[in-house]
């Protein structure tokens, strides 16, 4: 099992910038694909950034150039650096890992969640 704890949620007004962390916790040796998805009130779940066992990095769209993910394997932590916010970006936004290098809902380890709340 693995556990996976977010951290630096918060309120930002918009164009600001927030750091979003998950700790993991467990059997992480395994693990290879971590990540993040959001959701937003009355909205899918849907894909912010994943990162693969490798170092390969996707974003989903409404979030590229704005967003950076990494990660740090001696620490089985992954950050999401959040700049140029908008009120948009408003969201519960859940760290993920997974035993491959997919990262989808309704499998893998899910964390929380952390709420983003970006004012205009």
């Known amino acids: 099992q693995v556990q996976l704890v977010e951290s630096g949620g918060g309120l930002v007004q918009a164009g600001g910038s927030l750091r979003l962390s998950c700790a993991a916790s467990?059997?992480?040796?395994?693990?290879?694909?971590m990540g993040w998805y959001r959701q937003a009130s009355g909205k899918q779940r849907e894909l912010v950034a994943v990162?693969?066992?490798?170092?390969?990095?996707n974003y989903g769209d409404s979030v590229k150039g704005r967003f950076t993910i990494s990660r740090d394997n001696a620490k089985n932590t992954v950050y999401l650096q959040m700049n140029s916010l908008k009120p948009e970006d408003t969201a519960v936004y859940y760290c993920?890992?997974?035993?491959?290098?997919?990262?989808?809902?309704?499998?893998?380890?899910w964390g929380q969640g952390t709420q983003v709340f970006v004012s205009s």
């Open positions: 467990g059997s992480f040796f395994s693990i290879r694909a």
């Open positions: 990162i693969t066992g490798s170092g390969r990095t």
């Open positions: 993920a890992a997974d035993h491959s290098d997919l990262l989808l809902p309704g499998r893998g380890y």
